[in-house]
């Protein structure tokens, strides 16, 4: 499993630079526009030259509208910004044909410019709060329009998480059915060391965080540290051990 740390700032960035060895991507974002807002153009160029070379680097659209112009634009600066993974958090888009379309649009653009890049097609577990597409869809939507993986988080950043809107066992289907069309899962929204056991048990690719890894746990008012990105890998692979090991999860 892949970990995942989303600094908001290259300052930010420089602290995961120094805890390079213990992370997989760094991923830009601005929270304060939402779960996946989007950072700006030299922001994410900046982060890009401030990590190792061998890093990669992830950038989110946005909470994007069903505006599939709009967002490809979006998607061709991120990547030429210099972005590997460029996520697209499907807001907007009530059917799946609309996130579909949106994605197609993204594909192309992201593509077109990088063919290795790698676009992640993003839902939301809550999305029965915002009104968007069924978070089930994301595989299919992913698969169908081209895209590399399928992402949960969660849309309202109000201290509710992941497993509070879907349950394990729905985030193993939706696993399941990402990489039955050869896409990675990546999962996210308030992730904790705690959910790192049924995360690891269902095959996650990729494992979002920010706030678990930002003093006072705190993904606005807090900054991230080093010594928390350390301790959350430490447990991630304590976990993946004991897995393999067949141990039951969480212990």
């Not at 030429?80 to 379309?101: F, M, R």
């Not at 978070?135 to 939507?141: F, G, Q, T, V, Y």
């Not at 095959?203 to 350390?230: K, S």
Request: proline share 6%.
């Amino acid at each position: 499993m892949l970990l995942l740390i989303s600094p908001d700032s290259v300052e930010e960035a420089l602290d995961c630079a120094k805890a390079a060895e213990h992370l997989d991507i760094v991923d830009v974002k601005k929270p304060d526009e939402g779960s996946l807002g989007a950072n700006f153009p030299w922001v994410i160029r900046e982060i890009r030259d401030a990590i190792p070379a061998d890093t990669p680097v992830s950038a989110t659209v946005g909470d994007v509208p069903y505006k599939p112009g709009t967002v490809a634009q979006a998607a061709l600066g991120a990547v030429v910004s210099g972005a590997t993974y460029i996520k697209v958090g499907l807001y907007g888009c009530t059917t799946p044909d609309q996130g579909i379309e949106v994605m197609r649009a993204v594909v192309r653009a992201v593509k077109d410019h990088r063919s290795e890049a790698l676009v992640v097609a993003s839902g939301y577990a809550d999305a029965h709060r915002v009104g968007c597409v069924n978070p089930l869809a994301l595989p299919d939507i992913a698969a169908r329009s081209g895209a590399d993986a399928a992402m949960l988080d969660t849309a309202v950043k109000d201290g509710s998480r992941l497993f509070d809107h879907v349950s394990p066992d729905v985030c193993a289907e939706f696993v399941r059915s990402a990489h039955a069309r050869g896409l990675l899962a990546a999962l996210a929204g308030s992730v904790r060391q705690s959910d790192l056991a049924p995360l690891t048990g269902i095959g996650t690719d990729i494992v979002g965080v920010r706030g678990a890894v930002c003093e006072g746990g705190d993904r606005n008012a807090g900054r991230i540290q080093p010594h928390l990105v350390a301790a959350f890998r430490a447990e991630m692979d304590r976990q993946a051990r004991a897995h393999a090991a067949g141990v039951p999860a969480g212990n």
